[in-house]
C-alpha cells in the first residue's frame, strides 16, 4: 500500500531525467502561462508535479502519493491504469495510433455500444473533446432549427468555446437574460446568441424561451448543474417548456454520462433531451466525445450532403481515434457489470458521510453536498438548488480547506467537486478521514 504525502519522500526529488521538482517548475514557469496547464494554478506550498498514477493514487515526481479525488475531471471512473483499459490499448497501440478521413473498426464498435447505451441517441457524431462536442450540438440545433440563440443556465460549464464561456462564474448576479462573458477575445456579436437563466427555476426559463421563442434553437443544461443536484421537477418542466414552444432539448452529458448510470442522466432522472453531448468516461481517459440525438438532428451532419443549405459541417482530425476507442471501449466493458454502480453509488456514498462525520466532529458548519459518485465539500447549512446559492457559501473557508487537504495527501482542486472511482478502497477511506481530520484541525485554529 502506498503512503500518502505527509510521510517521508521516497526519493529526493530527482527524477529519471536527473530533474527536480523545482527544476520542473523553473521550466514550467518559463513556458506555460501560470506554469499551468489550463485553468488551475495551485498556490507554491502545495504543487507538484504529477509522475503517474496507480489505481485511485498519484505520485508526484518528488515520491509523494495522493489520494486521488480529482479522477481526471471525472473521466477515470476506473482509476489509474486499470489493467483491462490498459490491455486494450496496448492491443491498439501496434495498430497506429491515428488515422484520418476513413472508419476504423473500434470507432465503429465504440460507436454501436454509445448508441444502443445512450437512450436519446440513435445516431452519433464523434469529437475529440466535451467541449467539442457541445459547441457541435449547438451548431447542429442552430442548423436543424434555422434559428440563432442557445439558452443555457447561470453557473453552468459547457466547455470552452466562445458560444459556453457566459456566466459560468460570474463574481454578481447575471442580467437575465443576458449573460456575462467570463473571457477576453469574444466577439460582441456572440453575446446576443446566448440567453442565461437561473438553474432550478423553471418560471424563469418558461419566460425567457416564451419571450425568444422566434430565434431560440435549444435549451442546454447540466442535467447536474457542477454540484447542484436538479428539483424533482426541473428536467421534466425543462422538457415540457422545450416542447410546448418547438425548443430543442440538449443534455450536457460530458461528467454525467456513465457516471450516474449506464444511461447517464437520462436513465438516472427519466427525461430524455433530443440531443446530448459526451466526453471523458466516453474515451476512457482519452481524447474522444461524442453528440449523440435523434436521427433526423444528426442526419444533418451527414458529409452526403454537403452543399444543402441546413447541412451541419462537423470534422475533425482526431474524431473516432483508434487509442481512445479502445480505452472507451474497455471502460464501457467494466461499466456494464451487473452491480456496478450500485457498488459504486455505495462506495461514495460511504465516503461522503465519513468526510461528513468528520466536518462535524469539528463543529464544522459545512457539508459534503452531492449524490451518486460526487460531492463537494461546501460552507453552507443545507445543499444548494442554485449558482447564487454556492455563491452565498463561505467559498474562503472551503478553498482554505481544500488547500490544506491536498498538503494531507487528498488531491482535490479547491472549490471543485471531488470524483470517486471504484477502486477506491477502504485504506483510501481511512487515510482520507485521516488526512481531512489534519486538514480540519490547520484550518479551525
Ligand atoms: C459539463 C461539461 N461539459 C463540457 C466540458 C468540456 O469538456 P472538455 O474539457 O473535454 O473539453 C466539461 C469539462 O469539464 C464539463 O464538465
Keep these: 500500500m502506498t503512503q500518502i504525502h505527509s510521510l517521508p519522500l521516497e526519493n529526493d526529488g530527482v527524477t529519471e531525467d536527473g530533474l527536480t521538482h523545482d527544476d520542473y517548475y523553473r521550466i514550467a514557469e518559463s513556458c506555460l502561462p501560470g506554469a499551468g496547464l489550463g485553468g488551475y494554478s495551485l498556490p507554491k506550498d502545495v504543487r507538484f508535479i504529477i509522475a503517474k498514477g496507480e489505481g ?55 460507436a454501436k455500444e454509445l448508441v444502443e447505451a445512450i437512450p436519446c441517441a440513435e445516431r452519433l457524431i464523434f469529437t475529440t473533446t466535451g467541449s467539442e462536442a457541445t459547441f457541435y450540438a449547438m451548431r447542429i440545433a442552430r442548423a436543424f432549427t434555422g434559428r440563432n440563440k442557445i439558452l443555457k443556465f447561470e453557473g453552468a460549464y459547457h466547455g470552452n ?17 443576458s449573460g456575462r462573458a467570463d473571457t477576453g477575445g469574444i466577439p460582441n ?54 416542447d410546448d414552444n418547438d425548443v430543442l432539448l440538449m443534455f450536457d452529458e460530458v461528467v454525467t454520462g456513465f457516471r450516474l448510470a449506464w444511461g447517464g442522466a437520462q436513465e438516472y432522472f427519466g427525461v430524455i433531451p433530443d440531443l446530448a453531448s459526451y466526453g471523458k468516461i466516453v474515451g476512457g481517459g482519452g481524447p474522444l466525445g461524442c453528440v449523440a440525438g435523434r436521427a433526423e438532428i444528426i442526419d444533418l451532419a451527414n458529409p452526403r450532403n454537403r452543399g444543402k443549405p441546413n447541412y451541419a459541417y462537423i470534422n475533425g482530425t482526431l474524431h473516432g481515434n483508434p487509442i481512445a476507442a479502445a ?28 468526510c461528513q462525520g468528520v ?43 481544500d488547500l490544506a487537504s491536498l498538503k494531507e495527501g487528498l488531491y482535490v482542486l479547491p472549490n471543485v467537486r471531488r470524483f470517486v472511482s471504484a477502486v477506491h478502497t477502504s485504506d483510501d477511506l481511512e487515510d482520507t478521514v485521516r488526512a481531512l481530520d489534519n486538514a480540519c484541525r490547520t484550518t479551525n485554529t
Design 161 to 177: 468555446h466562445d458560444y459556453s464561456a457566459f456566466s459560468m462564474f460570474p463574481s454578481k448576479p447575471s442580467d437575465y437574460p
Design 189 to 242: 456579436t456572440v453575446q446576443p446568441t446566448v440567453l442565461v437563466s437561473p438553474y432550478n427555476d423553471l418560471a424563469t426559463v418558461e419566460k425567457i424561451v416564451k419571450e425568444n421563442r422566434a430565434d431560440l434553437a435549444a435549451v442546454i443544461v447540466e442535467p447536474v448543474q457542477r454540484i447542484i443536484f436538479p428539483r424533482p421537477d426541473f428536467l421534466a418542466g425543462l422538457r415540457r417548456i422545450c
Design 359 to 401: 466536518l462535524d466532529r469539528h463543529g464544522l458548519t459545512a457539508i459534503a453536498a452531492g449524490e451518486a459518485s460526487f460531492w463537494q465539500i461546501l460552507f453552507t447549512k443545507t445543499a444548494p438548488t442554485s449558482y447564487a446559492d454556492v455563491m452565498a457559501s463561505d467559498v474562503a473557508a472551503a478553498r482554505a480547506l
Design 56 to 110: 485511485s493514487r498519484i505520485q508526484d515526481v518528488r515520491g509523494r502519493w495522493y489520494i486521488d479525488y480529482v479522477g481526471g475531471a471525472g473521466a477515470l471512473v476506473l482509476g489509474h491504469s486499470h489493467p483491462n483499459v490498459i490491455k486494450a490499448v496496448q492491443a491498439q497501440l501496434p495498430k497506429g495510433l491515428h488515422y484520418f478521413g476513413t472508419l476504423n473498426d473500434v470507432a465503429i464498435r465504440l
Design 327 to 354: 480505452a472507451g471501449l474497455a471502460t464501457l466493458a467494466e461499466l456494464k457489470r451487473p452491480g456496478f454502480y450500485k457498488a459504486l453509488h455505495e462506495k461514495a456514498d460511504e465516503f461522503c458521510r465519513a
